[in-house]
């Protein structure tokens, strides 16, 4: 086992008290300053990043910029931007490296600023609408930018239209009607722009396509790309037809500025196709493509394609990773490459010519990874006891933070413990888990969290929602398991939870909890709650009726309840029917009816807290008001918690510190925390 000890050495199985402040809590969490959109100057000697401070009184964020001197160990950042009640964010600078530019609100929408220095910010766009990000072209001329527009409009607005004789939305034959937490608009799109900066020139470059790029809802810059002459651009789109809510044909396209139509690159695949980068000299686009169409977590493996002919190959092809975040260093020999690996989520270096891989990072969940010319990378890295800090690692392999946003704060908290460990779960496979103890000198009673997905990963990375530490430090031992289905141990291991929801994952969770408490005297192996969210509330509901003896109480968060009624309701098709064989529920009812929670109903006993969002249209919130009536019509102990302005996630810091008083006093009534 590998244990991590914040502020304290481990002595024993019973760690003696340590001398700290106060336990963490849900305000503590959301008074973290994060730290994100680290970049660095092409000359390698500035590093910029954004830092979002929570007014909890007013449950809002603002966000200011700042720099660092990479040149001098040590250096102080400096504050570019302090503007009260508004955001600054997405910084980049000018190819000189001396002016930046930035996103900011400060006009009322979101726009383009530049700051150079010694003088005061200037607005560089006026655009009637927000402009969602932006990346400024290699010769410095241009930005290209994106923006959701209507059909015919751009960025100066639309043309003027007849008023609607009505409220309805109408859709016929279309794609998406909902997505996330948002109802489509007919005809409405995140469309691509280049802004010329010396004339202003504005050229829509995806009028002519019908889908969004970047991608919705969570798709950002990383789906961009420029040419390396400035002259074209390189994006992802998924097309928005009728097929799409049962489509992962991302495709990788290229527009020129000359207004040629857009071409699509990756046609010839079905399956995603997405995170285009340039090489430096312009010659290779590097991305990741998946093999198998209607699989939204097939493995990412690397290609390059050289742009001249047109040929592509596979990049590190026996590498059983997932390549979640790619960028090529400097000299175009190399990339750096994010991905899960067993509990982490660490940056390799992936050799172009040979394919040779090489772990860079050790434990810490990494992110904006800049590689630089004299080998070293500065990229931000998180971990269960600590958010973003940005990091420089050498061509040496030595690791130096750069920042410590957060000392103050994390220096009067007590410290938590976290261990991992493995065993022999189902079909006699290695299975990982992580244990989050706050130091104490009794027993614990035990929170046993299962993360959602169910492709995913509950590893070492700080979290805003589903927190560990905060949960440790209320008294529990903090138990997790990553079950078949997981990523970060090869594809087959994620591809086993495939028409087997119910079947080796809960397996897992059942000799994974009797290992940590079989290993561990100081949990309470009769005195546990199981909470989870996702895929992880599915696994509440399942628990309940297959497991319904092992557990004292149950947070069940946005889980799936009736799979029939899933089938139908939620908004990505392709996720619901390749997890059931990839069939609709019609055309294989058995797949679905198999694993649902709604037929066990008759066995359920525990306690159960259920909790929803009505802007959840991943897994609505009648799934939750089901379970619930359910739960109400049984007698069983149990209550209802509805966010009317959540979605999935849990984001507002109000409704958060809600959320977390609510899971943690329902824990309290079935089971008894542990005193400090």
């Known amino acids: 086992m590998n244990k991590i000890l914040l502020g304290a050495t481990a002595l024993a199985a019973f760690l003696p008290t340590a001398v700290a402040a106060r336990p963490m809590t849900a305000a503590d969490m959301h008074a973290m300053h994060r730290l994100g959109d680290a970049t660095v100057s092409r000359d390698g000697r500035t590093a910029l990043y954004s830092l979002s401070t929570t007014d909890m009184v007013a449950g809002k964020r603002s966000t200011d910029l700042y720099s660092l001197d990479l040149t001098r160990p040590g250096a102080i950042p400096v504050r570019l931007t302090t503007t009260p009640g508004e955001n600054e964010g997405s910084p980049a600078f000018a190819p000189d490296g001396r002016s930046i530019y930035y996103l900011s609100s400060k006009s009322g929408t979101s726009q383009l600023y530049r700051l150079s220095p010694g003088r005061k910010p200037v607005q560089v766009t006026h655009a009637k609408v927000d402009l969602g990000g932006f990346i400024v072209s290699p010769n410095g001329a241009k930005i290209l930018t994106y923006a959701d527009v209507g059909a015919g409009c751009d960025l100066a607005g639309c043309p003027t239209k007849a008023a609607a004789s009505g409220s309805a939305r109408v859709y016929e034959n279309s794609g998406f009607v909902r997505h996330w937490d948002s109802w489509a608009t007919p005809g409405e799109y995140s469309r691509l722009f280049a802004i010329d900066l010396a004339t202003g020139?504005?050229?829509?470059?995806?009028?002519?396509?019908?889908?969004?790029?970047?991608?919705?809802?969570?798709?950002?810059?990383?789906?961009?790309?420029?040419?390396?002459?400035?002259?074209?651009?390189?994006?992802?789109?998924?097309?928005?037809?009728?097929?799409?809510?049962?489509?992962?044909?991302?495709?990788?396209?290229?527009?020129?500025?000359?207004?040629?139509?857009?071409?699509?690159?990756?046609?010839?695949?079905?399956?995603?196709?997405?995170?285009?980068a340039v090489s430096p000299d312009g010659r290779?686009?590097?991305?990741?493509?998946?093999?198998?169409?209607?699989?939204?977590?097939?493995?990412?493996?690397?290609?390059?394609?050289?742009?001249?002919?047109?040929?592509?190959?596979?990049?590190?092809?026996?590498?059983?990773?997932?390549?979640?975040?790619?960028?090529?260093?400097?000299?175009?020999?190399?990339?750096?490459?994010?991905?899960?690996?067993?509990?982490?989520?660490?940056?390799?270096?992936?050799?172009?010519?040979?394919?040779?891989?090489?772990?860079?990072?050790?434990?810490?969940?990494?992110?904006?990874?800049?590689?630089?010319?004299?080998?070293?990378?500065?990229?931000?890295?998180?971990?269960?006891?600590?958010?973003?800090?940005?990091?420089?690692?050498?061509?040496?392999?030595?690791?130096?933070?750069?920042?410590?946003?957060?000392?103050?704060?994390?220096?009067?908290?007590?410290?938590?413990?976290?261990?991992?460990?493995?065993?022999?779960?189902?079909?006699?496979?290695?299975?990982?888990?992580?244990?989050?103890?706050?130091v104490r000198n009794s027993t614990l009673p035990i929170a046993f969290v299962v993360h959602g997905g169910p492709q995913g990963s509950f590893g070492n990375g700080w979290s805003y929602r589903w927190n560990p530490r905060v949960i440790a430090s209320a008294g529990y031992g903090v138990v997790s398991v990553d079950f078949h289905g997981s990523t970060g141990y090869g594809q087959a291991f994620t591809d086993s939870i495939r028409d087997n929801w119910g079947g080796w994952p809960l397996e897992d969770l059942k000799r994974g909890l009797a290992f940590a408490t079989g290993s561990d005297p100081q949990l309470q192996a009769d005195n546990a709650c199981a909470l989870g969210a996702s895929y992880g509330g599915y696994m509440m509901n399942w628990i309940e009726g297959n497991w319904p003896d092992r557990f004292r109480c149950i947070v069940q968060h946005d889980g799936v309840f009736d799979a029939r009624a899933m089938a139908y309701e939620t908004e990505e098709l392709w996720f619901d029917e390749w997890e059931h064989g990839g069939h609709a529920y019609y055309e294989a009812p058995q797949a679905f009816e198999k694993w649902n929670p709604v037929n066990f109903v008759s066995r359920w006993s525990t306690p159960q807290l259920v909790i929803t969002g009505e802007k959840d249209f991943r897994i609505p919130y009648t799934q939750g008001i089901a379970a619930y009536t359910a739960l109400q019509r049984k007698g069983i102990p149990s209550r209802l918690v509805v966010f009317p302005d959540e979605n999935h996630w849990v984001l507002k810091p109000k409704n958060s510190q809600q959320w977390y008083g609510e899971v943690l006093g329902w824990m309290s009534r079935w089971t008894k925390p542990a005193p400090r």
Do not use: C
Not at 207 to 228: D, I, R, V, Y
């Open 201 to 276: 020139k504005t050229i829509s470059l995806t009028a002519t396509l019908t889908g969004h790029s970047p991608g919705k809802p969570f798709g950002g810059n990383e789906e961009l790309s420029w040419a390396a002459d400035s002259q074209s651009v390189f994006f992802t789109m998924r097309q928005a037809d009728a097929m799409e809510p049962r489509s992962t044909n991302l495709d990788i396209w290229q527009v020129r500025l000359d207004g040629s139509a857009p071409v699509n690159l990756t046609a010839g695949n079905l399956a995603t196709d997405t995170l285009p």
């Open 284 to 438: 290779t686009l590097a991305y990741v493509a998946m093999d198998r169409p209607g699989y939204e977590a097939d493995r990412q493996e690397l290609r390059l394609r050289d742009l001249a002919t047109g040929q592509t190959r596979q990049l590190a092809d026996g590498w059983d990773r997932s390549a979640g975040e790619i960028s090529w260093s400097p000299d175009g020999r190399s990339l750096i490459v994010g991905a899960d690996d067993t509990l982490e989520h660490p940056l390799f270096r992936v050799e172009v010519a040979s394919g040779a891989v090489t772990r860079l990072t050790g434990e810490g969940h990494t992110g904006n990874a800049r590689a630089l010319a004299d080998g070293s990378v500065v990229y931000t890295s998180n971990s269960i006891l600590a958010p973003d800090d940005l990091f420089r690692i050498d061509a040496a392999g030595r690791t130096t933070q750069l920042t410590n946003v957060n000392r103050e704060l994390l220096a009067q908290l007590d410290p938590v413990t976290v261990d991992r460990f493995n065993f022999t779960g189902a079909a006699n496979d290695r299975v990982w888990g992580i244990k989050v103890k706050p």
